[in-house]
């Protein structure tokens, strides 16, 4: 059963937009929040991860926004770019363990 | 380094075969792990190892088996393939997720069952 759900499935923005990609979770035992971005036939790449004791983290374009009581965060790309076009999952990681939960993935099109 | 490495790149087998899909490392990370990609559904785990010799299911492990023998090797193997086997196989690395490290992911194996 799927722990964490991710939405939209697909995403098109113009160049220069906002791209926003939601994750919600059930089990509050998580304490780790990657994303990882994904180029066709390529493996998975960490983008950007944060832990539960912080709301936000920001590296560059690429910004987490995260909500402890309601269970979710999400990723934005600022000035979003045609070459951000891919594949990105978010995951959470259970608290002592070391297994990784995805989400379904959203499939990002910027267009130039 | 070479980071974490996959072979075969492609493979085709059919149904009842075996097969091993090989994963190797440099990076001298304790932990390694095997997902499988299938449309919808994201990343799904399978099996994953803490160190050489310690080997544990992740969340669809049925008709899959792995060992770990040494710290750079995790092989994943096929007992009888099934067509519902059908999918791109990645491998992982990380010093110790435990910790919350970046897993570094193999270009993956895509493998189709017939």
């Known amino acids: 059963q799927q722990q964490v759900k991710q939405s939209p499935q697909s995403l098109i923005v113009q160049k220069g937009g906002i791209s926003i990609i939601n994750c919600a979770y059930e089990n509050t035992a998580f304490d780790y929040f990657p994303w990882y971005q994904q180029f066709p036939g390529k493996g998975p790449a960490l983008l950007i991860a944060i832990r539960p004791d912080v709301s936000e983290k920001k590296e560059g374009r690429f910004t987490i926004s995260f909500n402890k009581s309601a269970k979710q965060f999400s990723l934005h790309i600022m000035d979003s770019q045609p070459g951000d076009s891919a594949t990105y999952f978010c995951?959470?990681?259970?608290?002592?363990?070391?297994?990784?939960?995805f989400g379904t993935g959203t499939r990002l099109k910027v267009l130039a | 380094n070479a980071g974490v490495t996959q072979t075969p790149k492609f493979q085709v087998l059919k149904t009842g075969q075996s097969m091993t899909l090989q994963c190797a490392q440099d990076?001298?990370?304790?932990?390694m792990s095997w997902y499988r990609q299938d449309p919808g559904m994201g990343l799904r785990l399978i099996h994953y190892s803490v160190g050489a010799g310690i080997t544990d299911q992740g969340e669809v492990p049925n008709g899959y088996n792995v060992s770990r023998s040494t710290t750079e090797d995790f092989p994943l193997r096929l007992l009888s393939a099934a067509p519902s086997q059908t999918s791109v196989y990645f491998c992982a690395s990380s010093y110790d997720p435990g910790q919350s490290y970046e897993q570094y992911f193999g270009p993956g194996t895509r493998l189709t069952v017939t």
């Open positions: 995951a959470a990681s259970p608290t002592g363990t070391y297994k990784y939960i």
């Open positions: 990076m001298n990370h304790e932990y």
